[in-house]
């Protein structure tokens, strides 16, 4: 599988997962809140597999989801559960990319 199209594939799925979690959960705003989930999680799942950092590829997946997980938690100040959760879906993506996705 290309890296684009599983990212792709991995960001639609995450994106609907992160968005599953939140149903249950109030906000004053449901609307914006899970739409903007939806677009950082999507935005995890396509880059990992697009972004090859020196470093092995499960530390590169939890950088890259770390990183854009960052902002939201820091404008929410809910670090723990926007962080953990981008972590460990930033190690499952780099996991799966690494047996999916085919280089050159």
Do not use: Y
């Not at 979690?21 to 999680?41: S, T, V």
């Not at 938690?73 to 809910?78: G, H, N």
């Amino acid at each position: 599988m290309s890296p684009i199209s599983f990212g792709v594939f991995a960001g639609l799925a995450f994106g609907i997962l992160s968005i599953a979690m939140m149903l249950p959960l109030q906000f004053p705003d449901k609307r914006a809140a899970l739409l903007g989930a939806f677009i950082n999680r999507f935005a995890i799942g396509l880059f990992i597999p697009l972004v090859h950092l020196p470093v092995p590829g499960l530390v590169n997946g939890l950088v890259v989801a770390l990183l854009l997980s960052l902002p939201d938690a820091i404008i929410t100040k809910a670090f723990a559960p926007i962080l953990s959760v981008g972590a460990v879906g930033g190690i499952i993506i780099a996991s799966l990319a690494s047996h999916f996705v085919s280089v050159g």
